[in-house]
Nanobody, 121 residues
Framework: QVQLVESGGGLVQAGGSLRLSCAASGNIFDISDVGWHRQAPGKQRESVAAITNTGSTNYAIAVKGRFTASRDNAKNTVYLQMDSLKPEDTGVYYC???????????????WGQGTQVTVSS
């Protein structure tokens, strides 16, 4: 079994910064791609960033230049540094990861429970 736990959310004023963490634990042999997503009230979940196991990143246009994804493979943790935050960045932020467990030959997709980010104007 694999668990993903997000942390680092909170309330911040517009223009401020937050750093989210996504920590994986459990039966882990390898973690492949990891994605960050968010869901604002009344809206569909959207992808905001992704990072491969080699560190290549992609970002949604809305956050490009303000958000930075990184990972520490030794700690099985992925980060999302969020700078110049805007009120429209408000939402619950989730991470998902493709994880291969020991004794497994395939990767399974896991989701965290989410962390709330609120940006006040």
């Amino acid at each position: 079994q694999v668990q993903l736990v997000e942390s680092g959310g909170g309330l911040v004023q517009a223009g401020g910064s937050l750093r989210l963490s996504c920590a994986a634990s459990g039966n882990i042999f390898d973690i492949s791609d990891v994605g960050w997503h968010r869901q604002a009230p009344g809206k569909q979940r959207e992808s905001v960033a992704a990072i491969t196991n080699t560190g290549s990143t992609n970002y949604a246009i809305a956050v490009k230049g303000r958000f930075t994804a990184s990972r520490d493979n030794a700690k099985n943790t992925v980060y999302l540094q969020m700078d110049s935050l805007k009120p429209e960045d408000t939402g619950v932020y989730y991470c998902n990861a493709k994880v291969r467990s020991h004794q497994a030959i395939w990767y399974s997709n896991y989701w965290g429970q989410g962390t709330q980010v609120t940006v006040s104007s």
